[in-house]
């Protein structure tokens, strides 16, 4: 598993729960060091092990842990600069859900080897959408879902979204935007970088 | 003049960042973002040529020059500041000519400079994607700038570590020997000091190993404090030490240096309330005495004036000689080194 990946989980539980409680996890999940490093690769298992730790340190569901990772990514401030480049996706939530099909291969341009499910945005009539997460990563549909409600809090928009389980391995969500303009969302300028 | 609804709704949304020409080139129409580089002036009326500078065709006399170009291509940039650096395709039509113009690469700065949004470019221009790439690139590179800082980091630490002695803090004997092979035919002066503890066995046996530890860490300070910056201070094993002077082969002064350590190294030091004596015994061999030798062989001529130095009874101090191997080196004292080592 990339280093990204692992160092994006750490970065959630560090800044959720403490450091600590991080410390509780990787101890539990006999990983033998405490901080993953961005920009190298890791076993599979390690990553497995790491949430199967944090699951039973914070006695709750993969599905929730893993959405809350999701929400944690778009709207933390430690993680700013992953939410201004899923921004770059559009000017609307809807521009940017239509980006999500394009998401992998932007983020091998950033990091070529770091490698995301393949994304399939539908649009079932107008509001409703399914997003189809492709194998690959398991409980990436539950990140997405996250994601998904986060980044609607960041464009002001107001939507419904449900995980409609997993089908040979693809994960479905299904989105309904019931209002597009709902609050204000969060500002965005092209030209002002994270710090 | 080009009037034409249809073509500007076009233009409008093809590439927004255009203007239009009269056939003597003053500006009569401006697209939305170009209007957004000069918000504050109105540019319909004045010439194309004293608005902007021109690189590429260089020798523009009239407004004809222009449309002469190879291919229409352009290189310009604004007279006034901010004076961004434009590209340009000029389209000469009847009654006037269209130019399209882009930011190319410093588009990263433009949209700084001129708060713009993706509702600036056309849906189909890849400046959102440069964008976006130039700051993935930017997180990327300076996430593996920190995995490169922080292994940097770790390797200089442990090679300190694996050159520095953990107990005393000098170099070891893996450093000394470093330090002995960069010598090897440099054709530089130096002397290497041999210097060895008497009754420093005692100290460990009767006060034990802290108050030998102690001792050791003492001794370390000495010689530091009595050697000059330049010189390299290792501990080579157990209680023995080497010392490299380097530019320094005058034996008066060796000889003043070796003294000044034994003396020191006599007086007692104190050890939770207990005194611990130790003295030294030194040896001597000096590079410029012995041409062609290599370091290995000198350091083993300082062994050899070092257990010269022993057997005529401690707190010596000798140099080496030629002779000394076979006079003064016998069997029973290379066994008595052999034990002590």
Redesign the interface.
């Known amino acids: 598993m990339h280093g990204?990946i692992n160092r994006a989980i750490q970065s959630f539980v560090c800044n959720t729960y403490g450091e600590d409680r991080w410390r509780n996890v990787t101890e539990a999940a006999g990983l033998g060091f405490s901080d993953f490093?961005?920009?190298?690769t890791y076993e599979d298992d390690l990553t497995d092990d790491v949430l199967n730790a944090l699951c039973v340190e914070l006695r709750r569901d993969r599905s929730e842990v893993l959405e809350d990772l999701g929400t944690y990514l778009v709207s933390h401030p430690a993680v700013e600069?992953l939410r201004?480049?899923l921004r770059?996706g559009?000017?609307t939530y809807v521009d940017f859900l239509y980006s999500l099909d394009e998401l992998p291969g932007?983020a091998r341009?950033?990091?070529n080897d770091l490698v995301l499910p393949a994304m399939e945005l539908r649009e079932i009539r107008p509001g409703q959408f399914s997003l189809t997460c492709e194998p690959g990563l398991p409980g990436f549909g539950w990140v997405m879902m996250g994601i998904l409600r986060a980044m609607a809090d960041d464009y002001g928009s107001l939507v419904m979204l449900e995980h409609a389980g997993a089908r040979g391995g693809a994960e479905v969500i299904a989105i309904l935007l019931v209002e597009s303009a709902f609050a204000e969302g969060r500002a965005f300028?092209?030209?002002?970088?994270a710090g | 003049m080009i009037q034409n609804d249809d073509l500007l709704r076009m233009l409008n949304l093809l590439c927004p960042m255009y203007m239009l020409l009269d056939e003597s080139g003053v500006v009569t129409h401006v697209g939305p973002t170009m209007q957004k580089l000069r918000p504050d002036e109105v540019l319909e009326g004045q010439r194309f040529l004293d608005l902007f500078d021109l690189t590429r065709p260089r020798c523009v006399g009239a407004f004809t020059d222009l449309l002469a170009a190879k291919g229409g291509k352009l290189n310009l940039s604004f007279r006034t500041a901010p004076r961004t650096a434009l590209k340009g395709l000029i389209v000469g039509m009847t009654g006037g000519a269209v130019v399209k113009l882009s930011f190319g690469i410093s588009v990263v700065e433009a949209v700084r400079d001129y708060h713009l949004t993706s509702a600036d470019f056309s849906s189909t221009d890849p400046a959102i994607e440069l964008l976006y790439l130039a700051e993935a690139n930017s997180v990327a590179m300076e996430a593996s700038r920190q995995l490169n800082l922080r292994l940097q980091a770790a390797k200089i630490s442990a090679e300190e570590q694996a050159f520095t002695d953990t107990l005393t803090g000098l170099k070891n004997r893996r450093a000394m020997e470093h330090v002995l092979a960069r010598k090897a035919g440099g054709g530089m002066p130096y002397a290497l000091m041999h210097i060895d503890l008497d009754f420093f066995k005692q100290v460990n046996d009767t006060l034990g190993h802290a108050a030998g530890d102690y001792v050791l860490q003492q001794v370390a300070r000495v010689l530091v404090e009595e050697t000059r910056r330049e010189d390299t201070v290792a501990r080579a094993g157990g209680d023995e030490f080497v010392i490299v002077f380097d530019h320094l082969t005058d034996r008066p002064r060796l000889q003043r240096i070796a003294r000044r350590l034994i003396d020191r190294l006599e007086q007692p030091m104190r050890f939770h309330g207990q005194s611990c004596r130790i003295s030294a015994s030194i040896g001597i061999a000096i590079s410029t005495e012995m041409p062609d030798c290599d370091p290995l062989e000198l350091l083993n001529q300082a062994d050899m004036a070092l257990y010269a130095a022993k057997r005529g009874g401690r707190a010596g101090m000798r140099f080496y000689s030629r002779g000394m191997d076979v006079t003064e080196f016998p069997t029973d004292l290379a066994q008595s080194r052999a034990r002590t080592g």
């Open positions: 990204l490093e961005a920009m190298l600069a201004r480049l770059f559009g000017e932007r341009l950033a990091v300028e092209l030209g002002v970088r």
